[in-house]
């Protein structure tokens, strides 16, 4: 099974290092977010914002990348071939999950020390690296779920923010309110609470984007 999914994963990562037409966009459209962030608030209340601002273009910029997770396979007749080949479902999920927890995880490394510079914070967090990992895995988890469910309609790149953002909205509240402790160097007692929240929703949509994404995706 895990040679499926590095298959999976090795198509996905190789077609975009090809192009490159995603993640080229995805992070310019991250650092822009960033960037207005930055001269629209105030130094009164940047302290305050910074955690939404972070999360903010993460999540924006990871709904444009789960857009072309399945967008390419539809667009080229590749996602009825895939389908095809005799394997279980869930490994074109994880295949696909791994490869969105990639490319969500570049965006994250190349924007966060941009945005910890803008905003005047210490460049080395390792506990903000933690709290990005689990969002990240948690995002990705849904957002492939509903990227397979947004691809079979007309107006996919519409359907998948509207279908999507409210279940995933609970993973970015946690990282948001587990995030404002981290950059102001509170002590972890502050944070726990949110990391379970996290790392439950975690464990809980990656069982069951591997139960359901063969009825998800044979629509």
């Not at 009164?44 to 399945?70: E, K």
């Not at 107006?155 to 279908?163: F, G, K, T, V």
């Amino acid at each position: 099974m895990l040679a499926r999914v590095w298959a999976i994963y090795r198509k996905d990562l190789l077609q975009e290092l090809r192009t490159k037409e995603t993640v080229v966009a995805v992070l310019v459209f991250a650092l822009l977010v960033l960037v207005i962030f930055s001269f629209a608030v105030g130094d009164n209340i940047a302290a305050d914002a910074a955690p939404g601002i972070l999360w903010v273009a993460l999540s924006f910029g990871g709904v444009i990348g789960l857009n072309r997770t399945f967008a390419v396979e539809k667009e080229n007749a590749r996602l009825e071939g895939l389908m095809l080949c005799p394997v279980d479902r869930a490994v074109i999920y994880w295949g696909k999950l791994a490869g969105s927890f990639t490319f969500m995880l570049v965006l994250a490394v190349v924007i966060t020390p941009v945005f910890l510079a803008l905003f005047n914070l210490p460049v080395f967090l390792p506990r903000l690296a933690l709290i990005i990992v689990l969002a990240v895995l948690g995002f990705a988890s849904v957002g492939t779920l509903f990227a397979a469910l947004a691809v079979n309609t007309r107006a996919r790149d519409i359907m998948l923010p509207i279908l999507f953002l409210p279940v995933v909205a609970p993973v970015i509240i946690a990282a948001v309110k587990a995030t404002a402790p981290v950059l102001a160097a509170a002590p972890w007692g502050e944070l726990a609470t949110w990391l379970e929240i996290l790392i439950a929703f975690d464990v809980i949509f990656l069982v069951v984007g591997t139960l359901v994404f063969e009825f998800v995706i044979e629509e």
